[in-house]
């Protein structure tokens, strides 16, 4: 399966970055989106161009800040992909006005657990709407590590496997593994002695770390020759390594729980297009008919009554199958605490 991954997320590098500040290609000039590379593809938005007669057009970047930095530097569009833990940072900014749920037509079948509220209420304004999602949990190799090694996540801290174990270079990642393995399973409300203990959880991790991975099609590659045996990684490198008989793992029920990162899209306060263009593109992602679409290239999509209609082994072979364990949800947090993850994961991989 070849996946427009999170990989174009975070490492897309200068041939995106060279795109950043203009369209791609001019489609539907009513509506400017924001996105990561191979997000445009348009089966993810059927419906849009049924209504509409084309794709909207599209500009891209290559992370979060980046598309920060550009849109507080004056470039202009209608709507933004970005991941939770960067929402509070953006409309902290200003960058952001809030989606009438009201013109959102699967707002009350979204997932609970992604948006962080109960969608029936509108009692808040909401600034961010999931479209997709994924699972992030232990990656390990079958014929060399049993599943009783992994059935906590306090393997990281297993000796026998020190020297082949990675985690991800991405601070909300790897702090969500951390919490979890520290008895958090919600972060929205972390107190001080819960970030000290995540901290030096992934402190006393670090020195049993062969490295930290920064795409999937590494992490694919360190698991497949053998240098790392366990990992935490996200949902995508399970089919990847399947796909080549590789005998992989992949373990979301350890008993401390597993992960769920989540992504959407936001209403940019710059935006100089058609604003029902907006909603016409929102409810395109989010319809069942984009469903199929997301879930081949490895993402969950965020309307709940879409997903229920898939069968739990389609859902197992893309790692996103109904569990009975914790699940943190990585939703939007704090830019405080954000600030002192960042902060403290840098001196973590510096040694410190």
């Known amino acids: 399966m070849s996946n427009p991954t999170r990989t174009a997320r975070l490492l897309a590098g200068a041939a995106l970055a060279a795109l950043a500040a203009g369209p791609a290609l001019a489609q539907d000039s009513d509506l400017l989106v924001f996105d990561y590379s191979g997000f445009e593809d348009p089966g993810f938005h059927p419906d849009y161009i049924e209504a509409n007669g084309a794709s909207p057009t ?7 800040d980046e598309a920060f930095q550009k849109l507080q530097s004056g470039f202009r569009a209608d709507v933004s992909h970005v991941c939770a833990g960067s ?3 953006w409309q902290e900014s200003g960058l952001l006005e809030p989606w ?7 707002w009350e079948d979204l997932n609970p657990e992604l948006t962080g509220q109960d969608v029936t209420t509108g009692a808040e304004d909401v600034y ?21 090694d992994v059935a906590s996540l306090d393997v990281f801290l297993d000796p026998a496997y020190a020297g082949r174990m990675t985690l991800p270079d991405n601070v909300d ?17 972390v ?4 970030f000290e203990a995540a901290t030096d959880w992934l ?9 930290y991975w920064q795409d999937p099609a590494e992490l694919a590659q360190l698991v497949s020759t053998g240098e790392v045996q366990v990992a935490w990684a996200w949902n995508e490198t399970y089919p990847t390594l399947t796909e080549i008989d590789f005998p992989a793992g992949f ?19 710059s935006g100089e297009g058609v604003e029902d263009k907006a909603y016409d593109f929102i409810n395109a992602m989010l319809a069942p008919t984009s469903t199929d679409a997301l879930l081949t290239e490895g993402y969950g999509q965020a309307n709940q009554a879409a997903m229920s209609e898939k069968s739990q082994e389609e859902l197992a072979a893309s790692g996103l199958e109904e569990i009975d364990a914790p699940v943190l949800a990585q939703l939007p947090m704090s830019q405080e605490l954000r600030q002192k993850q960042n902060e403290a994961f840098e001196r973590i991989k510096a040694g410190f």
């Open 251 to 269: 373990q979301r029920t350890a008993e401390e729980g597993s992960s769920l990162w989540l992504c959407g899209y936001v209403n940019l306060a």
């Open 87 to 89: 929402v509070t940072k």
């Open 58 to 64: 599209f500009a891209f970047f290559g992370d979060e």
């Open 173 to 189: 990642d790897a702090y969500a593994l951390a919490y979890l393995a520290t008895g958090v399973t919600d972060w929205g409300d």
């Open 100 to 106: 009438d749920t009201s013109k959102i037509d699967a």
């Open 128 to 148: 961010f709407v999931p479209t997709d999602f994924g699972s992030t949990a232990i990656i390990y190799n079958e014929d060399d590590v049993p599943a009783e």
């Open 203 to 211: 402190r006393q991790v670090h020195p049993n770390l062969r490295t």
């Open 191 to 194: 107190d001080d002695a819960e």
